[in-house]
């Protein structure tokens, strides 16, 4: 079962030399001889031959004369068969941690950006979020670029929060409790909590977002 890709991608090295040249050239052969090797040891269960017979069709019909001239359609290929590899491995781990990371620093970014952006910025990345969670379920490479922009504006208002803090220790904690407490009418216990709180989330949502980052440059090739 698993030769008739690796004979693809055997022809393939043959071929590339024909089109590319020089970087473009290397770049390539050395995703195909990274695909063969993972290929050659890979056992494709019943349940997942439709898709396997699907890129061996994809592959066959790339090696056809003419189109391996064309660089999207060998870079799609090429991916396609990256991310296939993770279905055939099962391996969907990567994926449920990715939308975890990216759910949890989407929700504490709106939680906590108003008190110091307001309510626009929230309001702007209302579309990016639908569509990178909309999309990264669906393993969309655009979904999760798109959905990703709001890991570095959770970043900075983890940053802003945290630097708000540091200037307010040392200038004195508890008058800048005080402060708060008088400008929102609250009592000090309840501000002091409220704070407190809010810190735990400002430090979850920094490592929600590096973790989103993280995982998303690790794993990239799951998405098409």
Do not use: W
Not at 5 to 31: A, H, N, P
Not at 88 to 112: A, G
């Amino acid at each position: 079962m698993g030769k008739a890709l690796t004979d693809v991608f055997t022809q393939l090295q043959g071929s590339l030399s024909k089109y590319y040249s020089e970087k473009k050239l290397e770049k390539y052969e050395t995703q195909v001889v990274k695909l063969n090797a993972k290929y050659q040891v890979l056992t494709i269960e019943e349940r997942h031959e439709p898709t396997y017979d699907s890129l061996c069709k994809r592959g066959v019909e790339l090696l056809k004369p003419g189109n391996l001239k064309d660089e999207n359609k060998l870079k799609y290929f090429l991916r396609y068969c990256d991310a296939a590899l993770y279905d055939f491995r099962d391996d969907m781990k990567p994926l449920t941690m990715i939308m975890r990371s990216f759910m949890m620093t989407t929700m504490f970014f709106y939680l906590l950006t108003p008190q110091y952006f307001g309510y626009i910025l929230p309001l702007i990345m209302v579309v990016p979020v639908f569509i990178g969670l909309r999309g990264m379920k669906k393993r969309s490479l655009n979904a999760l670029i798109t959905g990703c922009t709001i890991v570095p504006l959770a970043l900075m208002v983890g940053v802003v929060h945290f630097k708000s803090i540091f200037i307010a220790l040392n200038t004195g904690y508890d008058a800048y409790v005080a402060e708060l407490a008088g400008t929102y009418n609250f009592s000090l216990a309840f501000t002091s909590g409220l704070l407190t709180t809010m810190n735990i989330l400002a430090a979850v949502m920094l490592i929600a977002g590096v973790a989103t980052a993280y995982l998303g440059l690790r794993h990239n090739k799951m998405f098409l």
